[in-house]
Structure formats: structure tokens, C-alpha cells
């Protein structure tokens, strides 16, 4: 022992930056108290990322311009919604006609009055900062018009491209202007191209490749020596001081343009993600992308159907690039998770993984997984309806039950897709984390999955959900009990049952525990260890039923400092019985359907973020077991 630390003290005088992790399959031999030495500049840090069971899913749904509380990117822009066409002579809201696009979806032909709308940030309650907004583009033969209200309001600021400036947006120039935002709203800001003419505006005279970037900025030491996790205030806007020997770069100065730089430059040095987004991130130690990726229901299948970073919109149907995940793990410097989409051809995993052995630095872990929850038959798992098929074409499990099927045709094409992806990587290979997803409730699916030829020896975890409190409002069932109820009469119902009469009756936490229990024991008989791709509280309606009452009590427990003390209470019994990896679901969220995030808003404090607060608190005080 004393050998190795001395060891790495030389290695740390001679500038050198180390990363031992303990945590994961193939640990280094090395003890928890010695791992995660950095030396950063003129500073030696525990990296606590590298020495965490914790890990997160990432926010809410791939880059939505709605409901999307994590900012993520300088650039909002990249999150607009699809084109909303206005036609006033046609009846208005989305009565236009786009008649033709160029191959990045920007509109090069509409008809008669058509007015190209779309709209960033929109139901977050306002929280986007206040300040200066600078809009780019490039084309012509139109007008820009910005607002933080819906197009037809009256004093919409707008920019004459071809023409003279008018209204308020300033220093409009031939490419940039500026849009000054005083009190963010729910409607969140408004972007309308609004054409000279039907006739004129053409593929050789059309508005493209816009970008809407944030105020503020991000601190370094210089231009090209970034510290990318820093936010601050510039002239433009935004919050937060630099430390000593450091400068603001204003994000409009750092910028990467992804229309024209290299996806190399991204974060090296040029900046993509919003430093605040990756603050609230860089403790975990591994980022889950399920969501940034919109796997459930995901209808990509070759790899050309991926999303493109030059798109317009990288918020529709496909997800985010690749590209920019692999991006965020690398400035992070956290493990990735990759989730392969349902339809994904054998070229597609082959693509993807030879992207990232390419380009995601060589000291980062990827659990990789086939789907998500091939065995959920809510409404947008459609990955659900597509195992049956297949199983049913290829007559797996005859005579047996839907779930069985479906988690044999699973476990067939995880195999496939894991020897696709160990052949890219090669010598490399140690490097994928191959997950097996198991399904809560029914720990005799994982026996029926380990059973199909060549899984045993490929997987080598099983992933389970971890989440509590699920039978409350997943149905109406207890919808006239429960919306009577104070918090405090929520919380013993959590910590002591009374409820029901089944397996929940001695209460919410005694039911997960007794799932964990019988998964750990199933996976010990395997010889696999067990983690959690997704955890935390269930408190929320998906009954599909409104309530108002269940929704407020809802709320108001996932706030109670309470619900941090049973955060806590679950890591330390996860780590009691042996669990590994631990990924929260999720970031950032909140809704009626929500209540997943840890955080409500990226601007919440930790003091009012009861869950955050014990994610974090663990991740500070407990590392690798």
C-alpha cells in the first residue's frame, strides 16, 4: 500500500493525471481511499465522479424545446421546435405551406403568406436568463423576428436582413443581431422567418443555419484553456465570478459553430454545453442517455436515420447526435450508457461503436444496453410490441407468456449486439459494461433471459429498477384515499404501509427492498453483480386520470426534506446487501407525469432540492464499496 502511494505522488510530480477507478467490473486492486488522485494546474482534487456508485439518467426527453428544464447547450437554437407554418389568409396556426427543404430540413420554398414560426424554452416557468440573446444566421431573403411571446402579439422586434433594421433587435447586421430578454415567461422566447416573398425566397435565397446563443460565458485562463464546468456573468448576461487568474469569455467569443467546426473542436476549445448544465453534472459518475438519446419508441434503424448535428432542430424524433453524448461524457470526464434503439440494424451498433472507440477518451467506461424496458407495455414503448413480433416470427417461447417472449427475443439480440460491438473494439473490448435490463417486480424474468445461449457468458451485469411508490398513482386504485391525505400521512404510508394488502402493505420502502433482496439473490446465483439503471421515487400520476389534489400531494412530498431521508436511507440499503452502480432517474424534471428529477429547475438550490441534496450528500461521504 504504501508502495502504490508513493508511487502515485511521483507519478503526480511529474504532471501526470490519473484516473483509478475501484468501482466497476474490472477493478484496478487498488482501495477506495486511494483512487480518483488528480492533478489539475497548480491543484491536487478527489474526483469524486471517479469514486461514487452514483450515476444519473439525464433530463426529461432528447433536446425538447418544451417542459426542458436543463439547458445543456449555449446554443438554444439546436433545441427549436419543428417549423410551425402561419398563413394569416389561410386561417393562421400551422395553415402554411412549406413547399420544399434543403437536406438539413431548412424550408428553401413556401406558399403564398406562409410564415416560418418556431419556438426555445417553452414551459420551464421561466427559467432561462435574463440578458442579451445573439442570434446568427445565414442566407437571406427574409426577415428575422424575435419575441417572448407568440407570433401576432403586437411590437414584435424584427431585423430586416435585405433591408434596414426596425424594432428593437440590435446591431442587426448582415448575419447577427441581438435580443435583449428582461422577464423570461413560460412561452419562452419566439423565432419567425418571415419571407419577402413566396416568389423570392428560393434554394438560392433562403434563411439557414441559425443559432440563438445564451448570455454569459464561461471562465479559463485563457481563450483556448477553458474551464467548461464555470459559469459566469459577461456583458451580455448570465451569473457567477471567475476565480483569480481567470477571465469570463463571453459564450459569444468561445462559441462552437455547428455548421461549420469540427465535432474534434467540440469543448476542445470550443464551448457546446452550458457550463451550469455541466455543474449540476459532474459529480456522477457515470451519465445514463436514455433520455438525450429518446430510445422508448425510437424509430431509427440505419444508421443515416441518426440525428446530424447540422440538422435544424436536433429536438425531433431521432434523439441527440451521438456525437454530442460522447461530447458531454468526455468534458464530464464520466462513463457513458448507451442505449441501442429497438430497430437498430447490425451496420447502425457497428457505426455507433466504432464512433466511439474513435472518440471517447480511452480511459471511459461504456455500459451498453439493448433498448430500455423491452418488457414495459405503456403507451411509447413501443420496443415492447416489437419484441413480441419477433419473438412470435422466430417462435420463441411458444405456449409461454407475452413477458417471456419478449424477454427472449431481448436476450437473443442483446447477445448479437454485444459481439457486434466487442468486434469493433477489439483488444478494447474490457472498456463495454454489457447490461442486462431485469424487470422489477418479476426477478424470475432475469432466470428466464440468463437461460438464452450466449448470455451468461456475455453480460456482465444485470441492471433493475429501484423506485418506490409506484402502486400510489400508477392507476386510480387509491385515488379517493390518497387525495384526502396531508404529507405527513403520504410519508407513513411510504415508511409503514396500512394501505394495501399485498406485498406493499408494510409499506413503500419495505416492497422495493424486497425486490432488491430477491434480485441480488438471483443475480448472485448467476455470478453477476446487480445495478440500478434507473431509481429513486414513483410518486407520480400516470393513471391518466386528472387530479389535482393527488398532483399537489404529489408535488409537495418529492419536496419534503423527507423524501431526501428516504433517498439516503434506499443508497445506504443498496449498499448493505452489495448493489453496485447506482443511476438516479432522472436530471431534471418536473410534471404531473414527472417528479423523476432530482432537481425541478437547473437554477434550484441543493437547500430546496431535497433529492439532489442526498444524491449528492452520498456521493460526498460514501465512496466505492
Known amino acids: 500500500m504504501k508502495q502504490i502511494k508513493i508511487l502515485l505522488l511521483l507519478m503526480l510530480y511529474s504532471g501526470l493525471s490519473v484516473y483509478l477507478n475501484s468501482c466497476f467490473i474490472e477493478n484496478k486492486g487498488i482501495e477506495a481511499d486511494e483512487v480518483a488522485i488528480r492533478h489539475d494546474a497548480d491543484e491536487v482534487a478527489i474526483r469524486h465522479d471517479n469514486i461514487s456508485a452514483i450515476g444519473t439518467n439525464t433530463s426529461v426527453v432528447g433536446l425538447l424545446y418544451y417542459n426542458n428544464p436543463d439547458w445543456l447547450l449555449i446554443d438554444q437554437y439546436a433545441k427549436s421546435s419543428q417549423w410551425y407554418p402561419l398563413s394569416e389568409s389561410r386561417g393562421g396556426w400551422n395553415k402554411g405551406v412549406i413547399l420544399e427543404s434543403d437536406s438539413n430540413g431548412w424550408p428553401t420554398s413556401v406558399d403564398g403568406d406562409t410564415i416560418l414560426y418556431q419556438e426555445m424554452l417553452r414551459g420551464i416557468d421561466g427559467h432561462y436568463p435574463t440578458g442579451t440573446y445573439a442570434i446568427y444566421w445565414e442566407g437571406g431573403g427574409g426577415i428575422i ?20 433594421v426596425v424594432g428593437t433587435l440590435r446591431e442587426c447586421t448582415a448575419n447577427r443581431a441581438f435580443f435583449d430578454v428582461a422577464l423570461p415567461t413560460d412561452k419562452g422566447i419566439a423565432l419567425s422567418i418571415i419571407p419577402d416573398s413566396a416568389a423570392t425566397y428560393s434554394s438560392s435565397n433562403y434563411i439557414k443555419n441559425i443559432r440563438v446563443i445564451m448570455p454569459g460565458g464561461v471562465c479559463g485562463r485563457s481563450i483556448t484553456d477553458l474551464d467548461y464546468t464555470e459559469y459566469c456573468q459577461s456583458s451580455r448576461g448570465g451569473s457567477g465570478q471567475c476565480d483569480m487568474g481567470e477571465t469570463c469569455f463571453d459564450f459569444d467569443d468561445v462559441q462552437w459553430n455547428r455548421y461549420r467546426d469540427s465535432v474534434s473542436e467540440i469543448n476542445n476549445p470550443k464551448v457546446l454545453f452550458h457550463p451550469y448544465s455541466l455543474k449540476r453534472l459532474e459529480a456522477y459518475r457515470a451519465i445514463r442517455m436514455m433520455n438525450l438519446q429518446m430510445i422508448n419508441g425510437n424509430p431509427i434503424s440505419a444508421w443515416n436515420d441518426r440525428s446530424i448535428v447540422t440538422y435544424y432542430s436536433l429536438g425531433l424524433n431521432n434523439g441527440a447526435p451521438p456525437e454530442y453524448l460522447i461530447a458531454l461524457s468526455n468534458v464530464l470526464d464520466t462513463d457513458i450508457w448507451f442505449n441501442i434503439p429497438h430497430l437498430a440494424s ?15 477518451e480511452a480511459d471511459r467506461k461504456i455500459y451498453l444496453e439493448y433498448t430500455n424496458e423491452h418488457f414495459n407495455t405503456d403507451p411509447g414503448f413501443s420496443q415492447s410490441t416489437y419484441m413480441l413480433e419477433q419473438a412470435n416470427a422466430l417462435g420463441l417461447g411458444q405456449g409461454e407468456s407475452n413477458m417471456n417472449k419478449r424477454s427472449l427475443y431481448y436476450a437473443k439480440r442483446s447477445v448479437e449486439i454485444f459481439d457486434i460491438w466487442n468486434d469493433v473494439f477489439g483488444t478494447a473490448s474490457h472498456r463495454t459494461i454489457r447490461v442486462l435490463g431485469a424487470f422489477m417486480p418479476v426477478s424470475e424474468l432475469t432466470k428466464t433471459m440468463m437461460g438464452v445461449a450466449g448470455v451468461p457468458e456475455r453480460v456482465d451485469v444485470i441492471a433493475t429498477g429501484a423506485y418506490f411508490g409506484v402502486y400510489l398513482a400508477y392507476t386510480n ?5 390518497i387525495s384526502t391525505w396531508s404529507v405527513d400521512q403520504m410519508f407513513n404510508e411510504l415508511n409503514n404501509g396500512g394501505l394495501t394488502n399485498d406485498r406493499a402493505k408494510n409499506g413503500a420502502m419495505a416492497e422495493l427492498y424486497s425486490y432488491l433482496d430477491e434480485h441480488m439473490a438471483v443475480a448472485q446465483s448467476y455470478n453477476k453483480p446487480l445495478i440500478v439503471y434507473e431509481g429513486g421515487q414513483h410518486l407520480s400520476n400516470f393513471s391518466g386520470v386528472e387530479n389535482k389534489s393527488v398532483e399537489a400531494l404529489l408535488y409537495a412530498a418529492n419536496h419534503d426534506p423527507r423524501m431526501g431521508a428516504l433517498y439516503t436511507e434506499l443508497l445506504n440499503y443498496w449498499k448493505s446487501i452489495g448493489g453496485r452502480e ?19 429547475y437547473i437554477d434550484s438550490t441543493r437547500e430546496e432540492s431535497p433529492k439532489y441534496d442526498a444524491l449528492q450528500d452520498f456521493i460526498e461521504t460514501t465512496p466505492c464499496w
Open 477 to 481: 386504485d387509491y385515488f379517493s384515499t
Open 582 to 600: 447506482f443511476f438516479h432517474f432522472n436530471h431534471i424534471d418536473t410534471s404531473k407525469f414527472g417528479n423523476f428529477g432530482s432537481l425541478e
Open 346 to 360: 447490425d451496420d447502425y451498433v457497428r457505426q455507433l461503436a466504432t464512433l466511439t472507440v474513435n472518440n471517447l
Open 145 to 164: 423576428s424575435m419575441s417572448q411571446t407568440p407570433y401576432g402579439d403586437a411590437g414584435n422586434p424584427r431585423c430586416f436582413i435585405d433591408g434596414p
